[in-house]
T-cell receptor, first 114, second 113 residues
């Protein structure tokens, strides 16, 4: 089975702190994604990466950056956390090679910024 | 770009009844439509999917139908059980070339015992 692992499930950070959310997938997937999930707003794409060192902005990239130095790892960075970034963050991955193109999610990281 | 609308946003059914969730999409190039179930505190899990060359797919109590002409697809859950209570998301994907996954806004299903 595909496994997408988000290393931190629950974090509490202070306003202005730099925050790293880490995600690792074990299926050699080319594409990786970071979503933000808020009540009533569904899943909103922050950034995605289709290859190592490649990144593309999603729908809500402001206040975030990403890093993909290795194929299996995709990091989301909040340069200066703000209270409006309190949310659940979901990492996901998908293969370009599998006909199904199913997207697989991690368990989520709950971030509270105080 | 693609726009996916999902209805209803909340749905309550009695245990044993059926539940139907509907999604519409706007991009005729979308050709893959997965459905995800998200239980409280967990990430979304794929439960069923359908491709544009198929009109219906069934897996035990879950079925998905697709109407390409009308650009809508639906999730059907029969004989609902309390463990079916969760948030369900639909998605539309153009699996050719570079693809952006567009999700619906989710349906919170409550199955009342």
């Amino acid at each position: 089975d595909v496994k997408v692992t988000q290393s931190s499930r629950y974090l509490v950070k202070r306003t202005g702190e730099k925050v790293f959310l880490e995600c690792v997938q074990d299926m050699d997937h080319e594409n990786m994604f970071w979503y933000r999930q808020d009540p009533g707003l569904g899943l909103r794409l922050i950034y995605f990466s289709y290859d190592v060192k490649m990144k593309e902005k999603g729908d809500i990239p402001e206040g975030y950056s990403v890093s993909r130095e290795k194929k299996e790892r995709f990091s989301l960075i909040l340069e200066s956390a703000s209270t409006n970034q309190t949310s659940m963050y979901l990492c996901a991955s998908r293969s370009d090679r599998v006909p199904g193109n199913t997207i697989y999610f991690g368990e989520g990281s709950w971030l509270t910024v105080v | 770009g693609e726009n996916v609308e999902q209805h209803p946003s909340t749905l309550s059914v009695q245990e044993g009844d059926s539940a139907v969730i509907k999604c519409t999409y706007s991009d005729s190039a979308s050709n893959y439509f997965p459905w995800y179930k998200q239980e409280l505190g967990k990430g979304p899990q794929l439960i069923i999917d359908i491709r544009s060359n198929v009109g219906e797919k069934k897996d035990q109590r879950i079925a998905v139908t697709l109407n390409k002409t009308a650009k809508h697809f639906s999730l059907h859950i029969t004989e609902t059980q309390p463990e079916d209570s969760a948030v369900y998301f639909c998605a539309a994907i153009n699996s050719g070339g570079y693809q952006k996954v567009t999700f619906g806004t989710g349906t919170k299903l409550q199955v009342i015992p």
